[in-house]
């Protein structure tokens, strides 16, 4: 009897064919759903022990009083700029002002430094003969020996002088469009005394119309960059308590591990002696029942009072220095810094007073929260790692420059990209679609450490050299200081996310049914109006899932921003407002390519970067979810 | 455009006297492809105003393509091209050049084989029109909307929730939207091409009512499928086969008594 519906083809260990492909596919699959549950695992595990390792950190700059001694740094650090803008001022100034004067006081620094380097043996010789006409001077020989080495020198001088290079001399250029006082300042120095070595009249008329001129300035930088000392004093003795205290409580807290690891070593020593010799320095190690902050941090308590009367010095001379800045100016940025430096003194005065206020708030044992250790690191202002004084590890400096970017990204992304998308889909002619569509999905392929060099080299310079330009320095950020800066990066990265915002759009436009855009048109509408007012309607949620998947693909850009946008770990400044974009910032991305190739595992540093990337994380994967939702939606409509 | 050589693009309805006809094409031929095959060949017919007008004939003969000239809706297609003749419309040639099919189209309205109104409210729906002529107050618009609602025989139905989506409402009544949309800018000619072929007999029903009272106001030029139709609200009937007009005439005698054979076939549903 035939047999029938038997299975056919061949097997292996008990499994055909089809089901060995099966196997395959749905073992890759289930591969891949195990390593991202192993990659989130991980990613969380050491993110997570972040916090406790942190708080342990925080408790102990409380105890140690690095907390206290951080505000006297703070007060000084704030102070420091204000003094640096009055000095940047006071020599913009001096440029704009004198700049020949301080041209021939320099070159003729510079055309010293020449002479007397190669005339050694010149200046010898006419200091001997100097000497010997000291002696005998009314030896004729001896008077004649004298005037031949001055005369000698003198040759020398020009000549050599003759011969210098200008721009090596003036290496500031502050003598160009100045070629008659250069000329006399070559003339001049020929007249030299190199043995002396005073400067020659010239030089020195130069210096007295320099000083005249900026005499009131110079008195007023001088006493505003004067006034903090007290304060400057009192912060670095105390930084050194608080930095020895905190050496000894680390130590403390190690010793029961070092004893342990000497002994556990003396084990392998070769001689009896060296044995002996171990363990009696490891019995040296004392091991403290706890370490006693209060006693070693007692000077703080004590110092509150000289702290706040050094502030409050630093305030009179402050108020006093300010007030005598002057208020008339021949450079415009001299002008704008000492405005910037008038306006900002009250605050600084006010943050000063409250700094202090808080200052005195600190006792070393003091309870720490663990909430708010956690809300140190969420919006800690500080991202400061390898410090000899203290790591913090405060995501808001990233944070926003990670946002910032990614916003100015999206403000020029989106326009360009719906744009487009809207002209591919609904206005252009066949053959136009042929060639825009494939062009802007090919920026895709561009490699992105490619797009970061074209920002390093091309754009960046070409920003700034526009931004030099006089007529646009209306615009918010020009002219610029940085080369590599926020905008930079935000239009590069715009560049990056335009081919996915583009796709997804016009994915989005095409969805919308043509009987729509055929009953606008029937009713006369042009098709300008049937776009706003029938498609984009229609599609925008489309349209916002397709932003939203940009700002996904931007935000978790890295190389881009890692070369280009300046990777200052600070908070940007937004009191320049729209400027604020001008200037350099640092992303999470960047901050963890940058720096996790050199901790160690297990640090604190390291598993703050792990939690840096789990933030990174959460965020894309809010923003995909929340496309996801849009296109569901979409669906059902 | 200058007064002189178009009458479209004045905002008043010109005005045709009845005996005359409202559109006439003559010697018509089009192409979808540049001019390598006509798909429309020679026609030539007269439509009057003020009557309704059916296209029949077997699929794929060009009865959509012709009512898509009426309204130059086939300018949307790249390489459609007049290849032969003329259509005039009040008495213009739709395609001289300084005529603009936006303001064609403001009297030429169309309704579509498959209701479409627009992810919009019903309201929106009707204003639509007016809104992109520029309209904006509240009242005119008000008053137009519910005036093409009443003469489309919607009024009673959606006068309550004018501003929910037109999507909510049944194929019938999204139909009729359609139609109230259409007439909402006061068209003299209202093109429809298979207005009911989506709906069930009952909203067919209701559409052909519609048409017969429309038809007051309106001159109409229906496509159909459907010989009964064609006889209860049409006046004159046009026969189409392979791109040609077979014949053209009175519907009763179309339907009654025809001259060609073709038409006499079709029409008694030999071939089709
Ligand atoms: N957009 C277009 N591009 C190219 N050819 C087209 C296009 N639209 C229609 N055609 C062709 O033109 C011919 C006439 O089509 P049309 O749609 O006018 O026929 P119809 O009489 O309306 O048919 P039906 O009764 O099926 O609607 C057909 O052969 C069709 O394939
Ligand atoms: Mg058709």
Known sequence: ?637 | MNDSSSTLDSADAPEVASNEPIISIDNLSFSYDLGSTNTLRDISLEIPAGKVTAFIGPSGCGKSTLLRCLNRMNDLVDTAKVTGGSISILGQDINAPDVEAIELRKHVGMVFQKYNPFPKSIYENVAYGLRVQGIKNKSVLDQAVEESLQKSALWDEVKDRLDSSALGLSGGQQQRLCIARAIAVKPQIVLMDEPCSALDPIATARIEELIAELQEDFTIVIVTHNMQQATRVSNRTAFFYLGELIEYDDTSKIFGNPTRKQTEDYVSGRFG
């Open chain 1, 1 to 637: 009897m035939a047999k029938h519906f038997q299975r056919k083809g061949r097997r292996f260990l008990g499994v055909n064919l089809q089901g060995w492909i099966r196997g395959f596919f749905g073992g890759n699959a289930a591969l891949s759903i195990v390593i991202l549950f192993l990659i989130c695992a991980f990613l969380v595990k050491e993110a997570a022990m972040f916090f406790p390792q942190h708080h342990r950190g925080l408790e102990l700059y409380r105890k140690t009083g690095q907390e206290y001694v951080g505000h006297l740094i703070k007060e000084v650090d704030e102070y420091t700029i204000l003094v640096s803008a009055t000095n940047q001022a006071y020599y913009q100034e001096l440029d704009a002002g004198y700049g020949a004067q301080r041209g021939v006081v320099d070159s003729s620094g510079g055309i010293m430094d020449a002479l007397e380097d190669e005339g050694d043996d010149l200046i010898g010789e006419l200091e001997d003969a100097l000497d010997d006409f000291e002696d005998e001077p009314d030896d004729p020989e001896i008077a004649a020996a004298y005037k031949k080495a001055q005369e000698n020198w003198k040759a020398f001088a020009r000549e050599t002088i003759a011969g210098l290079d200008r721009k090596e001399v003036d290496s500031f250029g502050r003598l160009e469009g100045h070629d008659g006082q250069w000329e006399a300042l070559k003339e001049a120095m020929v007249d030299w005394d190199p043995v002396e070595g005073d400067p020659t009249p010239f030089v020195a008329k130069a210096k007295a119309e320099m000083a005249a001129g900026m005499s009131e300035f110079d008195a007023a930088r001088i006493e505003l960059g004067s006034a903090g000392n007290t304060l400057k004093d009192l912060k670095n003795k105390l930084v050194a308590e608080a930095s020895q205290i905190k050496k000894e409580a680390v130590e403390d807290m190690s010793a029961a591990a070092r004893k342990a690891a000497i002994l556990e070593g003396s084990k392998k020593l070769a001689t009896e002696e060296e044995r002996i010799a171990a363990v009696a320095e490891a019995e040296k190690i004392v091991i403290r029942e706890s370490f006693p902050f209060a006693e070693k941090t007692a000077a703080f308590g004590e110092s509150f009072e000289a702290h706040e009367s050094a502030a409050n010095e630093l305030k009179e001379k402050l108020v006093a220095a300010v007030a005598k800045l002057p208020s008339d100016f021949k450079s415009q940025a001299a002008a704008e810094l000492i405005v910037g430096v008038k306006e900002r003194t009250p605050d600084f005065i006010e943050k000063l007073d409250e700094s202090v206020e808080e200052a005195s708030q600190w006792k070393w044992d003091a309870p720490l929260g663990f909430w708010g250790s956690t809300m140190k690191f969420f919006f800690g202002r500080d991202w400061v790692t390898n410090s000899s004084w203290h790591d913090f590890y405060g995501l808001l400096p990233l944070i926003t420059g990670s946002l910032l970017i990614s916003l100015i990204a999206l403000a020029v992304a989106i326009p360009f990209s719906i744009g487009a998308a809207i002209y591919v889909n609904r206005l252009a002619s066949r053959y136009e679609q042929t060639f825009i569509k494939p062009a802007i999905e090919m920026i895709q392929a561009i490699p992105s450490v490619v797009l970061g060099f074209f920002g390093i080299m091309v754009l960046g310079e070409g920003l700034r050299e526009l931004s030099q330009i006089g007529a646009l320095s209306w615009v918010p950020g020009f002219p610029m200081q940085e080369r590599l800066n926020i905008i930079n990066a935000g239009l590069l990265l715009a560049l990056m996310a335009v081919p996915t915002i583009f796709t997804l759009c016009e994915d989005a436009l095409n969805n919308v049914p043509r009987s729509y855009s055929e009953a606008s048109l029937a009713l006369g509408a042009s098709k300008l109006q049937t776009v706003t007012k029938v498609v984009v309607p229609t599609a925008i949620s489309g349209i916002l899932a397709a932003v939203l998947l940009g700002l996904g693909r931007i935000i978790g850009e890295t190389m881009v921003v890692l070369l280009v946008a300046g990777n200052k770990i600070a908070i940007p400044d937004f009191g320049e407002g729209l400027g604020v974009i001008a200037q350099p910032a640092h992303t999470m991305t960047g901050i963890i390519a940058q720096e996790m190739g050199e901790v160690s595992a297990g640090t604190l540093h390291f598993r703050a970067l792990f939690l840096v990337g789990l933030v990174l994380f959460t965020i894309s994967l809010m923003i995909n979810v929340a496309a996801q939702r849009i296109i569901k939606r979409l669906g059902h409509a």
